[in-house]
Structures are given as C-alpha cells and as structure tokens.
C-alpha cells in the first residue's frame, strides 16, 4: 500500500464512503458488506484493517472491487455469501447495493403473487416470522382496549 495524499471521498462500487473510517468500517458503510465480510476482504488482500481508507491507492480500490464482484475467486468460502443457490440462475453470488434491493424486492414480490403464508403476511404487513400478534405489531386506529375512568364518589 503505497502512500499517497489523502482523499476526503473514495468511491467502491458506486458508493462514496468517508476517507476518515478505517478500511473495514468504510467497506460496511456498503450495503451487504457487514462486519465480518469486510474483514475477510482485508485479510483476503493483506491490507490493514485500522488504516484510514482514504489513503489507498486506486489500486487497492479495484482490488477491492474485484473481490466484491467475485469473492469466492479470491478464497471467501461460499457460506459467507448472501445469495447461495439463487432462485432464477441456481449460482451462488454476493449481492451489494442496489442489485441487492432489487433482487429482495424480486423475491418478495414472487411470495404475493404465488400467494404463499409470507407473502400474504408481507402483503397485509404483519410479522412472517412466527412472532407474536396478541401485544405486539399493533399499530393504527384501533388499538388496544379504552376502558372508562371512574368518576368520583
């Protein structure tokens, strides 16, 4: 990592990220990079996790692009990507930004029109989870029980 003058911005796959954060809190500043992936990138490429991310070069930055665009070249094991077996290709990919956003909205939008228990919760906009109904997610006009104050004696 050679040095070189310090930039404010550094722009990773359509994202600008703050020079000022250390390269792994930079990387999770991209959506569908958490934690541990962004650590994993940072070991994959030898570069130091602690370093300011606005003082590496551009190649550095299209090293790290190329991991995103293809980590399991570069060793990330399978079970740290987010797409395993997509539902239209079968391959196993990492999703970030706005391919991400688009292929979860796919997917939703594929429950509502099969019609299935999650896509008819997602729909109506109750908890698909199991969770429980009786006290929580209740929101709008009519909630809960009004009981009557007593009046004095």
């Known amino acids: 990592m050679a040095e070189q003058e310090f930039r404010h911005m550094v722009r990773i796959t359509r994202k600008d990220v703050d020079g000022n954060s250390t390269i792994a809190t930079a990387l999770t500043e991209i959506r ?3 934690k541990a992936f962004a650590i994993a990138i940072c070991k994959v490429l030898d570069l130091d996790q602690d370093a300011q991310i606005g003082y590496i070069d551009d190649e550095s ?3 790290i692009e190329a991991v995103l665009e293809n980590p399991q070249e570069f060793g990330i094991p399978e079970w740290f990507l987010n797409r395993r077996n997509d539902y239209e290709t079968g ?3 990492h999703l970030i930004e706005s391919d991400l956003n688009m ?4 997917d939703l939008n594929r429950m ?5 228990y999650k896509g008819k919760r997602h729909e ?9 109904t009786k006290s929580t997610f209740r929101h709008g006009s009519s ?5 009557t104050r007593p009046t004095g004696n």
């Open 61 to 63: 930055v299209k090293q």
């Open 143 to 147: 909630v809960g029980v009004s009981r």
């Open 112 to 116: 509502k029109m099969i019609r299935s």
């Open 32 to 34: 569908g990079i958490g």
């Open 124 to 132: 109506v906009g109750l908890p698909v989870r199991g969770q429980r």
């Open 91 to 93: 391959e196993t990919k």
């Open 103 to 106: 292929t979860l909205r796919d």
